[in-house]
Antibody, heavy 122, light 111 residues
């Protein structure tokens, strides 16, 4: 049973930094690309960032590029999202999600954590 | 940039059939596959359909998907509606900029 548990959320002032983590278990973490997806209160899902299985490639949504950094530690089965220069509009539940290839080779999110809430407020 | 548009809400009675649309703009929806997620209130999303119409194990065959290239849209159909189907539903697509795009979500109310 794939298990993803996020932690590190909280209340932070605008302009400050915060790092959230995701602990993975019950699967070979180093074999999968991992993502962060966020959901503002009462709003829809927004993809934030991806890191390839070996950390060789990372990509970001335009809204966070240059401010957020995704990283992973395959020896500890941990995924991170370092968020700098936080803005009020970054307030959201941050989910970590695993992606895998389907039968026809396209990628989708097959497992999600329960999320950690980040609130940016003065 | 490729975008996906969904109706804000739909509603139907138990036992009936409902269809949720997901319309693409800024590109051809046929270029890649569409995936669907279900998010029940207070819970994380879960995969419902992948690659247009593939059901993961555990998803009942009441859920089906279809892509209509002529309308540049995908649809999720739920037949034999049950109260437990009341949730938000999101379509998702992997666009040519190598970004994962979600539709705005549709709230399904089972009357």
């Amino acid at each position: 049973q794939v298990h993803l548990v996020e932690s590190g959320g909280g209340v932070v002032q605008p302009g400050r930094s915060l790092t959230v983590s995701c602990a993975a278990s019950e699967f070979t973490f180093s074999s999968y690309a991992m993502h962060w997806v966020r959901q503002a209160p009462g709003k829809g899902l927004e993809w934030v960032a991806v890191i390839w299985f070996d950390g060789s490639k990372r990509d970001y949504a335009d809204a966070v590029k240059g401010r957020f950094t995704i990283s992973r530690d395959n020896s500890k089965n941990l995924l991170y999202l370092q968020m700098n220069g936080l803005r009020v509009e970054d307030t959201a539940i941050y989910y970590c999600a695993r992606s895998r290839r389907g039968r026809y080779g396209d990628y989708f999110f097959d497992h999600w954590g329960q999320g950690t809430l980040v609130t940016v407020s003065s | 940039n490729f975008m996906l548009t969904q109706p804000h809400s739909v509603s139907e009675f138990p036992g009936k059939t409902v269809t949720i649309s997901c319309t693409g703009s800024g590109g051809s929806i046929a270029d890649r596959y569409v995936h669907w997620y279900q998010q029940r209130p207070g819970s994380a999303p879960t995969i419902l359909l992948y690659e247009d119409n593939q059901r993961p194990s555990g998803v009942p065959d009441r859920f089906s998907g279809f892509v209509d290239n002529s309308f540049n849209s995908a649809s999720l159909t739920i037949s034999g509606l049950q109260t437990e189907d009341e949730a938000d539903y999101y379509c998702q697509y992997f666009d040519t900029n190598n970004h994962w795009v979600f539709g705005g979500g549709t709230k399904l109310t089972v009357l």
